[in-house]
């Protein structure tokens, strides 16, 4: 059965929020700008002092007089809106489902599965801090809506590309590896900084290990930017880098410039903002065919309580290539502090893959959370833990039906804890940890040799060593330089930091996670990592590292 588009039951309740949200909007607005106006992020400072621009100070003052004034006059109006806003919020279910016929051709990883006993499926997550403008700027991230056409065209162009990749023995005995002439047919760069020359390339081949080579851009050139009021990686230089796939872990490991072709599910994390969303929405609809997005809920929740409002919803978002069967969004109640605001949770999805096996019909089931942010909070985090767990579980067994095979139960998201920082013990000893795997976890409190951590420093966001694709690839790569960029582990109150120990490489803060579970997969399936990959073409657009894994899935052969 398929999900009713419109989170509200009927048209006429429909009608009445978007006139009560009209109301809302221009002051709501308003407010951000003047906010937004007030706080610059790095990029912006760096660049008004190589330009000598002294007309600031002026233009900040005018305009906040000017959106402080415009805010005071919609007020009354806004407050008109809430009155009508509020009251529907009861009656609204906590998401909108948005579906379309795909037009954007994806490689089909899967049309020879009954030929070769397996099924792959590829999952991407991503936290987008597309908080609303005025707030991501304490981030050190601006222009929200700008940033979400460019995260959206650059997966667009990511997933879509041919499947290449390049091997090397292990990340410390290579540098960049780039496609020379005869691999790639180069061409004018676009301003999405995404590379789109591909005639020359083979889809589906594997290169060999080559020399770098050797870039003609000067270091400064990263510098250089037309309009002072973007961010600097809109990307203007594309990736050079195709696939550098390190084979000498227990998984096989990648850091890409690209997001890895055919991603049959993306996940994402802070798309706080509606507008931001929808732009997403515009760009990824086409090709995936079925979105859900403006996840959570809104006002008092309990609706009729007064000791929590949300004003921003979980700011979960997913884009799905199969039909969604089921979802479920839960609202965790523990939250306190500023993360109170929002309503972060957990959305459990249920898909229709659409192959059938002996009679049975494949489906899969998606899990994203987002956890409580606050270092510190390491209880609250582990009872979000538990909660989740329970309704993952309650989910699937309200939903599972007869005559079906489940290929893939992941969970993902922005945990807010890594493995390795001693004051994120109690989470790192869940029992989650237990049901579900995680690829890059050697055991509580011990990550796998080749991890990398995902959480970068806000204040060295537009560092030239980073702030582009190719940069950030090759910082990644190397231990030295990635210590430097991303953020190290969080010790004990009191207790001085020793990190990391004896022979044991440096990692820093891994808070986004992948994770998959068998236990809950037909006994007729067997899983395993087909590789996990580090993804830098945000570079500049947001301040996690995206990561993304494939999962293979092979199927009985007596059951064939």
Known sequence: MSLRES???NAFLEGLHAVGWGLIFPCFWFLDRLIAGCHSTSLERRQRREEECYLHPLKVIFGSVLFFILFIVSTPFALLGFLLWAPLQAVRRPFSYHKQVKIIPMEDRNARWEETGKVSFGFISANLCLLTDGIARFNNLGHTQRRAEIIGHNIVQGVTRPHIRIFVDSPS?????????TLLTQGA????????QTEGIEPDRDVPKRD?????????????HSNPNCNQNFNQH??????????DSDVPMEVSSLFPPTVDIVCLEEVFDKRAALKLTQAL?????????DVGVYACHPFGSCSSFK????GLFLASRYPVLEAQFHCFPNSRGED??????????????GLQKGGKTMVGYMNCTHLHAPEGDGEIRFEQLNMLTRWINEFQKQTKQEGEMVMFDVLCGDFNFDNCSPDDRLEQSHSLFDDYRDPCRSGAGQEKPWVIGTLLEQPTLYHEKIMTPDNLQQTLETEEHRRLYISPPVPLKDVPLVYPESDQPWVGRRIDYLLYREASVSSQCSTEVEEFTYVTQLAGLTDHIPVSFRLNVTLDSEEM
């Open 285 to 293: 609809g086409p090709l995936y065919g079925h979105i859900i997005y």
């Open 340 to 353: 109170a605001l929002a309503a972060k949770g957990v959305l459990c999805v249920k898909v229709d893959i």
């Open 173 to 181: 005995s290579c540098r960049t590896v780039t496609p020379s002439s």
């Open 7 to 9: 989170p509200f039951p």
């Open 311 to 314: 004003f921003f919803n979980s």
């Open 212 to 224: 770098s080579v050797a870039s003609s851009e000067e270091p400064g050139e990263s510098k250089q």
């Open 238 to 247: 594309p990736p050079r880098s195709l696939r550098t796939l390190f084979t």
């Open 189 to 196: 760069s676009n301003s999405y900084g995404a590379m789109d």
